[in-house]
């Protein structure tokens, strides 16, 4: 177990709808990361974010967006959803954003698109 | 940017027999970390092992240990008395340094481990 809690842990939605993914980081993490693992895309950052301000942007669509609030948790909110969104949905945090702290990943959001 | 090639898409060696698996990276920056990650089939990125472009040792890990080859852009893993629980996907990641805490993935190896 790492100490990262992602929820829910498997999500069915239609086209067009919108969803938040949910993630807890470890206790005392300040530092907040999400990534995608797709068939086609495989895994992709996201987004990072570092007690509560964004810090780093990766290929994240406009559809997409993310927040980091007062208490460190993190929600990805996905809208507009398209089929091709259906992935996993990984948070991962570290004890700052700083290069080389040790990323530790939740167990992943399983996001189906029908 | 970076980039990080796994050319082995799927692997298979017999429990107790050693495997190694491959990695190279492409990149400008002399100060960087690498690092393995281990995905089972409960589908968790479980942190293997991590190396320090600067530090010229290999890493090790108990039965986990990397072959690091600065000049060559190489970063293989060796696992030693494979065990069945070491079934799963291996993904070698790339890390800048001093440029926030992004990892670059590489497209995977599955490790199967044979009874």
């Known amino acids: 177990d790492s100490g990262v809690t992602q929820t829910p842990k498997h999500l069915i939605t239609a086209t067009g709808q919108r969803v938040t993914l949910r993630c807890s980081p470890r206790?005392?993490?300040?530092?907040v990361y999400w990534y995608q693992q797709s068939l086609d895309q495989g895994l992709q950052f996201l987004i990072q974010y570092y007690n509560g301000e964004e810090r780093a942007k990766g290929n994240i669509l406009e559809r997409f967006s993310a927040q980091q609030f007062p208490d460190l948790h993190s929600e990805l909110n996905l809208s507009s959803l398209e089929l091709g969104d259906s992935a996993l949905y990984f948070c991962a945090s570290s004890a700052r954003g700083n290069s080389g702290n040790t990323i530790y990943f939740g167990e992943g959001s399983w996001l189906t698109v029908v | 940017a970076q980039t990080v090639t796994q050319s082995q898409p799927e692997m298979s060696v017999q429990e107790a027999e050693t495997v190694t698996l491959s990695c190279t990276y492409d990149?400008?920056?002399?100060?960087?970390?690498l690092f393995w990650y281990k995905q089972p089939p409960s589908r968790q990125m479980i942190l293997v092992i991590r190396?320090?472009?600067?530090?010229?040792q290999n890493a090790t890990e108990n039965r986990f240990s990397v072959n690091f080859q600065k000049a060559a852009k190489s970063f293989s893993l060796k696992i030693s008395d494979s065990q069945l629980g070491d079934t799963a996907m291996y993904f070698c990641a790339f890390m800048k340094r001093n440029a926030g805490n992004m990892l670059t993935f590489g497209g995977g190896t599955r490790l199967m481990v044979k009874p």
């Open positions: 990149t400008s920056e002399s100060n960087y970390y």
């Open positions: 206790s005392g993490d300040l530092s």
């Open positions: 190396q320090e472009a600067y530090k010229q």
